[in-house]
């Protein structure tokens, strides 16, 4: 350890640090575009020039090594100056073209330009024109004229991904960013080059030119894509989701996701095919009716049938507390048959995030009660007796589980079936009653991810079951449900419920004793029953996850 002292105040610090890092450390900012905690550093953008005693010229915070007894100044004379220096020459050829950048609201130089620059400009003559609308790959735009040369871009594709396809070519002021000659930006990462960019040079193919920033909210959220569950920040306007960019979680996914997760984890949520309201089979059709109604009717047939004729899919997609509740009400009715449906790929995973099992919630589903006690009464085994007639209902959880050939060609021999469905799917077709289920964008929700750790979810976007759950709060505990801006008021609601709560209310009617109101209380009663997630509380996971106590078997997924 070193002493150190910077602006006055002095500092115990590691000696391995650099001067940014042990400001960082302890609360102090000093401006940079190029250097990047999970970077290496290039030290180009010299924003971060500091003062040091005994050292003649200033030097950049970034690259330059605490050392006992170390005299720092953040904010003297000279470096304000310098400060200003670099700014001005930075902004010398950028278009300064704010009003149409999508990184407007979110751009490191509008903001240094409007924090440390003197705000004018001695540069007199024309900017360097460059490139304006370059497909760098098949999701990231390039404006050539933005960027700042930092190469931030250039170090992620090389050092995280170690896939090298971006370069520098040309010198000078006409530096341009570009691909290797022959090559496209397309690794499975290429998106985190924009949210890298600390200017909007970099813009996302899919959300460019959709929203302001200011116009939107950001809601914590976690990634469905695969059981890595990288955190997210969900963007909403108008109760519509309009892009994910990834959360730093130190534990899960740094700062990073992949393309797939980010572009595809949200799109069933905006979709045109969600289902709306409850439905049920008549003359043949799908067709909607109230919430009273489908319930009813699935509670009656169901309990037309014997135990041993029922069976039941909980869900990898679904939440632990959804699918704790449908191992409760299915003990509840002496069903034992209840498992779900893995959906493990051999084809996409790498050592950095991506993992082979789709689902974000296998571990969980396991460990809340989603599994037979013996190989007999697995989810292949339902599947068979479906085929022979002994199992006559099913009852499914938020699964398209009609995909799989195998189960579409014995759903059919059904005599009854009940679904949760966000969106229309394959297994509609084969539905008596499809309840209109929330997507994870629009409820409470707890996920155990390939490694168990648990990590909450939380409502971005609102349906009508929020207006009736939020209807006459007061305003202080409004926000405490993250009701505080206009999500809640604006855009299209659909009348969704959550699983958990759907299955709350099936329960009553079949004569169970437990009533949950809150996901938090479903959440704390698997907490204190089950040793696997001995410990934790609703409250504890907090906004980084926590782990569950496991054993190697608990969370090794069967395939
Ligand atoms: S495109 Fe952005 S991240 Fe890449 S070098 Fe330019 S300013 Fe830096
Ligand atoms: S690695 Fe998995 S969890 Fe992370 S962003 Fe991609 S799909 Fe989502």
């Not at 099936?506 to 009663?525: H, P, Q, S, T």
């Not at 504890?540 to 106590?549: D, F, K, L, S």
């Amino acid at each position: 350890m070193v002493k150190i002292t910077i602006d006055e105040k002095q500092f115990e610090v590691e000696n391995n640090l650099t001067i940014i890092q042990a400001a960082r450390q302890n609360g102090i900012h000093i401006p940079h575009f190029c250097w990047h905690p999970k970077l290496s550093v290039s030290g180009n953008c010299r924003v971060c020039l500091v003062e040091v005693e005994k050292m003649p010229k200033l030097v950049i915070a970034c690259a330059t090594q605490v050392t006992d007894g170390m005299i720092i100044q953040t904010n003297s004379g000279r470096v304000v100056k310098a400060r200003n220096a670099v700014l001005e020459f930075i902004l010398i050829n950028h278009p300064l073209d704010c009003p149409i950048c999508d990184e407007a609201g979110e751009c490191k130089l509008q903001d240094y330009a409007y924090k440390y620059s003197v705000g004018e400009s001695r540069f007199e003559f024309d900017k360097v024109r460059k490139p304006k609308r370059v497909e760098l790959g098949p999701n990231v735009m390039l404006d050539t004229e933005r960027c700042i040369m930092c190469s931030r871009c250039i170090r992620f594709c090389d050092e995280i991904v170690n896939k090298p396809q971006l370069v520098f070519t040309q010198r000078g002021d006409h530096v341009e960013l570009t691909t290797f000659q022959g090559q496209k930006l397309d690794n499975d990462y290429s998106m985190n080059v924009i949210d890298l960019c600390p200017v909007g040079a970099l813009t996302s193919k899919d959300f460019r030119f959709k929203a302001r920033v200011w116009d939107m909210s950001a809601t914590d959220s976690v990634c469905v894509g695969c059981s890595r569950g990288c955190n997210t920040k969900m963007w909403v306007r108008n109760n519509e989701i309009l892009r994910l960019t990834p959360r730093f979680n130190s534990s899960v996914n740094q700062y990073w996701m992949c393309d797939h997760g980010r572009l595809n984890s949200f799109k069933n949520v905006n979709a045109a095919n969600r289902v709306n309201a409850p439905m049920f089979r008549k003359d043949g059709m799908l067709i909607d009716v109230g919430w009273d109604e489908a319930m009813a009717r699935a509670t009656s047939e169901l309990k037309s049938f014997k135990k041993n004729e029922i069976a039941a899919f909980g869900s990898a997609h679904s939440t632990n507390e959804d699918n704790y509740l449908l191992a409760k009400l299915m003990n509840h009715m002496g069903v034992h048959r209840i498992d779900f449906v893995p959906h493990i790929e051999d084809a996409k995973q790498d050592s950095l995030l991506i993992k082979a099992d789709k689902t974000p919630n296998s571990t969980g589903a396991r460990l809340v009660g989603i599994k037979s006690d013996t190989d007999e009464y697995s989810y292949r085994a339902i599947i068979d007796d479906i085929r022979n007639g002994k199992i006559k209902a099913l009852y499914v959880l938020d699964d398209d589980i009609a995909v799989v050939p195998e189960i579409a060609e014995v759903l059919p021999k059904l005599e009854f079936l009940v679904i949760h469905a966000s969106n229309e799917n394959q297994t509609m077709k084969y539905a008596d009653v499809v309840f209109a289920s929330s997507t994870y964008a629009e409820k409470h929700g707890t996920f155990t991810n390939f490694e168990g750790r648990v990590q909450k979810n939380k409502p971005a976007v609102s349906t009508l079951e929020h207006d009736r759950v939020l209807d006459g709060m007061p305003l202080s505990r409004l926000d405490r449900f993250g009701a505080h801006n206009d999500r809640w008021t604006k855009g299209i609601k659909r009348d969704t419920r959550a699983s958990w709560r759907i299955i709350n209310s099936i329960a009553a009617i079949l004569g169970a004793k437990w009533k949950y109101n809150k996901c938090e209380d479903v959440f704390n009663e698997i907490a204190s029953t089950n040793s696997s997630f001995y410990g934790l509380t609703y409250e504890n996971i907090g906004v980084t996850g926590a782990m569950i106590q496991k054993s190697q078997e608990q969370v090794t997924v069967r395939s």
